[in-house]
């Protein structure tokens, strides 16, 4: 079983930036795909970014392309969000998932973390 545990969440002024942590535990992370997803309340989780379990292929959201860049540590089983540039609409509930199949695209995600919260103000 893998627990994930996200942080780095928080207020920040239109234009600022974050970086998200998700620590994984478990010996298996450097084989996993990791992801990031978002919710706002009362719409459906959405996609934001993911990468391989070697890090060399990453995908994105159109949404956050050129502002967002996703990164591991797999000696530390962490796996990073920086978030540039944020905007209003990047408010939301940030979710990290595991995926056992290690390349991306992701067809499935096996595990999830509880989230972090992201308020960006205008």
């Known amino acids: 079983q893998v627990q994930l545990v996200e942080s780095g969440g928080g207020l920040v002024q239109a234009g600022g930036s974050l970086r998200l942590s998700c620590a994984a535990s478990?010996?298996?992370?450097?084989?996993?795909?990791m992801g990031w997803f978002r919710q706002v309340q009362g719409k459906e989780r959405e996609f934001v970014a993911a990468?391989?379990?070697?890090?060399?292929?990453?995908n994105y959201a159109d949404s956050v392309k050129g502002r967002f860049t996703i990164s591991r540590d797999n000696a530390r089983n962490t796996v990073y969000l920086q978030m540039n540039s944020l905007k209003p609409e990047d408010t939301a509930v940030y979710y990290c998932?595991?995926?056992?199949?290690?390349?991306?695209?992701?067809?499935?995600?096996?595990?999830w973390g509880q989230g972090t919260q992201v308020t960006v103000s205008s």
């Open positions: 998932a595991g995926a056992r199949w290690g390349s991306v695209p992701v067809p499935k995600y096996d595990y």
């Open positions: 478990g010996r298996t992370f450097g084989s996993y795909a």
């Open positions: 990468t391989s379990w070697s890090g060399y292929s990453t």
